[in-house]
């Protein structure tokens, strides 16, 4: 024993005498694996690529997880296969000899996927991530293939309306749908199949006597869930197929396999995964030499090939022989050998730390990629990440909006309710909807990560949308309107499809809560800050972010909604879930060029914030200390700000109450977090204003000539489609043309500053309120003239477009100040907190709507009283929207005011931003 550990000094002195920024690393590296030596399972790995302690992953627990996701798959496979005849003869009217080919042929060609999903596995991405893409590819199946069975637009068979079929059309899109849903089912089921129970196996250890029993155990009941699958896929599925519908028939495998998929990402930071070396592919690679496994370094250079290179370890052996170390050595000093490959990537994290431009030249500082790895500036981040990320967002939100922009048709048409009961319940959904990513962005940044919570929550978001088309189009679950009876006569209650649309609506709240803060969060971490050419790219990227977000919407106000009110609520729910899906998988193809945060271990940030506060109330009545008494000189002008919480760093007698002392960082970070909310304050009046257009503006618009020639009247509700259409026509102008101007001129990267971006859209938001009472009385002076004062439902003869330059200036108006903020929030938190920056970013319209509605009840209430006319009365044409406006337009220049002077006041982070 004192031997080894001899040895084992010998080598981390002969590596501090060579490099002494080693020192404070390698000893601790020493000590850690002589303490997990003995607790570690050889050749396998945790999710952060550390060495899987054996009692903490792996085992039965984790293979727990995986069965159940096995059962679930053999649910939904069997739920589809089992009775699949049935629906080809019978639905699409198929012969049974050409029903039992086009069966056979899909059962070969999903066998022999999964060979090709196999390789893919085992030769490039791991199982792990094979088998998320695999079921989500299977989900997109299973969805198309209830939109195809369950749809009326799509179906042709067996109607009792004349319309549909006098209008000739072939049941040949809806066979097209059916075969392009179910090969994709196949090719899901050709990445899941052979990597979950593989996965499944390598959570016990084969050289473990104790491991090896429970292996041998576990393909028992692996087995035993996949019968028990089949099982009820067959017996239960077949019955609904056959006595309710086929919609919901293939729509409940759907949902089992994203409740599956959930299970699955919950086990996530339990499962062993397998070390997988670096090279050649292992259908191609030779065996290692023994001379090849006797050096250290070029070992080191093949783990990280980019970013350390071959031929400057070569030079390094040469010029510090004491870092030529063997695997011998690292056994002697309590390395394992089976961990030979996780010391290199530790030391190459150490040395990572050295000033040598050979080392750092083409490294992102505090990024790394998804092996994490440190990220080659080359190979990871930048535009080409940030573009698929992009999409992701332009697709939720097309996914959103499709089912908030028409929402309140949906409750008072197909669920019956009234106006007011309507109205509440959507609020109630926005406000829980703006909320959540508070609680969204704590998540990612304390514990998940942004990658991880993207993806959960996308899967939750799915599943509710899921749920949504479930509940708008399944025949057994709709009762208003209907001639004829579900289940043996009976008529079934409106009130489960209620519970069920309201669940659904919920579950996208709840995802949307995890995906909204952090996707922007993900996509700007693409770009290092520190880079000047990155820095303007950063800029840049909220420009064209927002400009997706503005085409996603146009896209699901104007496509999404005309689809329901003219096709089908199912077909109108049903394309944004697929359209998740997709996104979903576009977002995966990107993973490994993503820069991911190196995530700092130690303690979360709101602790080390939360420390400070604690410290500085519990020493209040003590004066804060000079700088000159603290060893450590200010961080930048901000210092001089919120001087109370230096007292913090007075009061070490209190961190035994307290834990830890608050050190000179630790008060930095709460100071820049407190110097946020002035500015979130004076924007609030701006998300008043933000609530306008879909309520008072359309309102306006209901009641003017609407006309386009003789035959077609705009919907009031789409002039909202001009707000996006001018900010997809000016955020280019800006950036290609605005922002190289201003940069000539100010000398800003961004052209201007981030609060001057905020505070120009903050005063247009002022001329849009100005202008509205100007139409306004406009529109009350015609309809006086014309004598309709008292005829509320006649038109006024005052066009329309009338009201687009109020539309086009608050899509201006909305370029600066939204993008701004986003940009604000994000850039001046700590590195830790940037989703819950941008959270805070999402809470001022969250809390302006509620201050919206709060305002509007007063003003009614305060306005109606003694029998007079409000404000608001429901005869518009008595109505004084006018005074509303010209209060929101004092409201707002109150706001300006006061950001300006926060504003002026407020210091930037970082040195290099200036107001």
Request: charged letters at 15%; a neutral charge; glycine letters at 8%.
């Amino acid at each position: 024993m004192s031997t080894s550990n001899s040895k084992s000094n010998a080598v981390v002195v002969g590596i501090t005498s060579a490099e002494p920024e080693l020192l404070s690393y390698t000893p601790l590296l020493m000590v850690e694996q002589q303490e997990q030596v003995e607790d570690t399972v050889p050749g396998a790995v945790d999710y952060k690529h550390c060495p899987a302690i054996r009692s903490k992953h792996g085992q039965w627990t984790s293979a727990s997880f995986i069965i159940w996701v096995e059962m679930a798959e053999r649910m939904a496979y069997y739920g589809i296969s089992g009775n699949l005849i049935s629906y080809l003869t019978g639905k699409l009217e198929q012969s049974t000899a050409m029903a039992a080919s086009s069966i056979n042929a899909w059962n070969g060609v999903g066998c022999l996927l999964t060979i090709l999903g196999a390789v893919i596995a085992d030769s490039f991405v791991g199982k792990y991530y094979t088998i998320v893409v695999s079921s989500i590819i299977y989900i997109l199946g299973l969805g198309l293939l209830t939109l195809s069975a369950t749809l009326p637009s799509f179906s042709c068979f067996n109607q009792d309306t004349s319309d549909e079929v006098s209008s000739g059309r072939s049941p040949q899109s809806q066979i097209l749908l059916f075969f392009i849903a179910l090969y994709l089912v196949a090719v899901g089921q050709g990445g899941h199949k052979p990597c979950v129970q593989a996965f499944g196996a390598d959570q016990f250890d084969g050289e473990d006597p104790k491991e090896r029993k429970a292996k041998s155990s576990f393909f028992n009941w692996w087995y035993f869930g996949v019968c028990l699958g089949g099982l009820l896929g067959i017996g239960v599925l077949s019955y609904v197929q056959d006595n309710l519908s086929w919609g919901l028939g293939f729509g409940i495998p759907c949902i089992i396999l994203i409740l599956a998929l959930l299970i699955f990402m919950s086990g996530t930071m339990t499962y062993r995964y397998t070390m997988q070396a670096e090279g050649e592919s292992p259908f191609s690679k030779k065996k290692m030499t023994q001379s090849q496994k006797q050096s250290f370094l070029p070992k080191l250079a093949n783990e990280i090939p980019n970013t350390f290179p071959t031929h400057y370890f070569n030079r390094l052996k040469r010029e510090t022989p004491s870092l030529s170390l063997s695997s011998n050595c690292c056994q002697f000093s309590g390395i394992s050998a089976h961990h030979f490959e996780y010391f290199a990537i530790k030391m190459a994290t150490a040395t990572s730390n050295l000033h040598s431009p050979l080392l750092m030249a083409d490294t992102v500082p505090n990024s790394v990629d998804y092996k994490g790895r440190p990220a080659v500036r080359s190979n990871h981040g930048r535009w080409f990440s940030a573009l698929f990320i992009i999409w992701v967002e332009m697709a939720e939100r097309i996914a959103f909006y499709g089912i908030s922009s028409n929402l309140i048709s949906f409750l008072t048409g197909k669920l019956g309710q009234s106006t007011a009961m309507a109205a509440v319940n959507i609020n109630a959904w926005s406000g829980v909807a703006s909320l959540l990513p508070i609680f969204g962005a704590v998540i990612a940044d304390s514990f998940a990560g942004k990658f991880y919570t993207i993806i959960v929550s996308s899967v939750i978001y799915i599943l509710g949308l899921g749920l949504l088309t479930l509940s708008a189009m399944l025949p057994s679950l709709s009762c208003p309107n209907q001639g004829r009876s579900i289940v043996g006569g009976q008529e079934c209650s409106p009130h489960l499809q209620t519970v069920i649309f309201f669940i659904a609506l919920y579950l996208v709240a709840a995802g949307q809560g995890g995906h909204k803060p952090c996707v922007q969060a993900f996509g700007a971490d693409q770009f290092d800050g520190e880079d000047p050419g990155e820095l303007k790219a950063k800029s840049s990227f909220f420009n064209w972010w927002y400009f997706g977000v503005c085409v996603g919407s146009l896209l699901g106000i104007g496509v999404l909604s005309y689809v329901q009110d003219n096709l089908s609520w199912g077909l109108g729910f049903g394309i944004p879930c697929i359209i998740m899906v997709i996104s979903v998988l576009i977002f995966l193809f990107g993973t490994v060029t993503y820069r991911y945060n190196m995530k700092v271990e130690g303690e979360s940030p709101f602790t080390r914030i939360g420390r400070v506060f604690v410290a500085a109330a519990q020493n209040w009545n003590t004066a804060p200390p000079e700088d000159g008494d603290n060893e450590e000189a200010q961080f930048h002008d901000g210092s001089r700000q919120f001087k109370f919480l230096d007292k913090a760093l007075v009061a070490q007698e209190i961190s035994n109450r307290i834990g830890k002392s608050c050190s000179k960082s630790n008060v930095e970070e709460a100071k820049a977090v407190l110097r946020l909310f002035p500015i979130w304050a004076t924007t609030l009046i701006f998300a008043i204003v933000f609530s306008q257009p879909p309520t008072f503006f359309t309102k306006q618009g209901i009641t003017l000539n609407r006309s386009v020639g003789s035959n077609f009247a705009i919907p009031a509700a789409a002039l909202q489609s001009f707000i996006g259409i001018f900010i997809v026509i000016f955020l280019p102008i800006y950036d290609r043309v605005l922002v190289p101007v201003a940069r000539k001129i100010t000398g800003n990267p961004a052209g201007i500053s981030m609060l001057q971006r905020i505070g120009t859209g903050l005063f247009i938001s002022i001329i849009v309120m100005v202008l509205s009472t100007i139409i306004e009385k406009k529109r009350l002076e015609t309809a006086s003239q014309h004598g309709l004062i008292d005829l509320p439902d006649m038109t006024i003869p005052m066009s329309i477009w009338w009201l687009l330059p109020q539309y086009a200036l608050f899509g201006i108006s909305e370029a600066f100040t939204m993008v701004g903020l986003q940009e604000f929030f994000y850039d001046q938190v700590p590195n830790e907190l940037r989703s819950v920056g941008l959270s805070l970013y999402l809470s001022i319209f969250g809390l302006g709507g509620l201050l919206s509605s709060l305002l509007v009840t007063l003003i009614n209430k305060a306005t109606s009283r003694g029998g007079k006319e409000s404000w608001f009365s429901n005869n518009l044409n008595r109505a004084h929207l006018d005074y509303f406006y010209w209060l929101l337009a004092g409201l707002s220049s109150i706001g300006l005011c006061l950001f300006v002077y926060f504003a002026k006041s407020y210091i930037y982070n970082k040195k290099n931003t200036s107001l």
